[in-house]
């Protein structure tokens, strides 16, 4: 069925449920959060996805959006370990599996497009209007969500330090 392997439905199973818990924890808490629960079940997801997508990739940019998914998502979730960073961490972490989704969305909706319905799909050419509509679409939510996740959290920080000044004062 939509000329999917094994592997490949390993693959596109295994990602799925990153697509629903990504649009739950940027709706609850305005981004993706490494340390909940399910954040634990994302990041399983994605690791899933993105290192399966080695054997089932056709096109070269397949290669490189697994790689850097896998990177963007370890990277996204060790730094909110590292004190160092302070809270630059938690806008590096914000930016990094924001970006994480993004690079989960756009080979699914590229995939879905072109194997939707089942023998007459969307899409047939890689320059499709409605391809590269979407993928702009995509980019668009992209600059749009990381700008509103920023100002929110610059929000946050503003508000908890007028909240606590004797804290701020103490430390």
């Not at 879905?112 to 995509?138: C, E, F, K, Y």
């Amino acid at each position: 069925m939509f000329g999917i392997s094994r592997l490949g439905w390993v693959h596109t199973l295994s990602s799925l449920p990153a697509i629903p818990l990504a649009i739950y924890m940027f709706a609850r808490y305005g981004r993706i959060v490494p340390r909940s629960r399910p954040g634990v079940v994302y990041f399983i997801s994605m690791l899933i996805g993105a290192t399966t997508v080695f054997p089932v990739a056709h096109q070269s940019v397949s290669y490189v959006i697994g790689a850097a998914t896998i990177l963007l998502l370890l990277v996204g979730y060790g730094i909110g370990r590292i004190s160092r960073f302070g809270r630059a961490g938690k806008y590096l972490e914000t930016i990094l599996l924001t970006l994480t989704a993004f690079l989960l969305m756009l080979p699914t909706v590229s995939e879905i497009l072109r194997r939707v319905p089942d023998g007459h799909p969307l899409v047939t050419d890689l320059n499709s209007p409605i391809l590269l509509g979407s993928q702009a679409s995509l980019l668009v939510i992209l600059i749009v969500g990381l700008t509103a996740q920023i100002i929110h959290m610059r929000r946050q920080d503003k508000l908890a330090t007028f909240d606590s000044p004797a804290k701020t004062y103490a430390e």
